[in-house]
């Protein structure tokens, strides 16, 4: 594992199942993750969110610095409190790092959590030792924000692939309808 010292990160963690919850729980503290502040579902992630904007001293907390989301919750799912973390107006933190906790790890589920703006996958089932990577990958890697007229969100490129051709995008400020956003 790694000699990360967690003891000051936030995470928010919105799961349904009490079972998976007490596990995230238990497994973010055995890591040291100083504050986890655990939710029933997505619509309970937004509110907390605001509470924290709107009345942190009593709260308890001044930001959140990951989000660690179940994808199937009900009423409001993983998705659902995706895409309102990265397009909603009333956001509170369009570029906090979000860790989608899912079991669907088909290609083309993969391919909608990343065109959402997802920042990790974290597949069921789960150990400790993949939590300290994907909060690792978060910290070691950060990726900037890309905003175009279809995503906002981590930049999706991960590897550096040799590419023949122009580079078609340049990394400036506003070019060609893509907005490189320095973090």
Known sequence: MSNYDFERVSVLLAEDSPFIRSLLVNSLKVLGVGNVYAVEDG??????????????????????????????????????????????????????????ITSYTEPERVLEARELGVTEILAKPFTVNNIAEKLISIIERPRQFVHTKDYFGPDRRRRKVPHDGPERRKLTDKSEGVEIIRG
């Open 43 to 100: 619509g309970d992630a937004i509110h907390f969110m605001n509470r924290v904007k709107n009345e942190p001293m009593r709260v308890g907390v001044q930001s959140i610095d990951i989000i660690m989301s179940n994808w199937d919750m009900h009423p409001v799912d993983g998705m659902m409190l995706l895409r309102w973390v990265r397009r909603h107006k009333d956001s509170v933190d369009r570029f906090v790092p979000f860790v989608l």
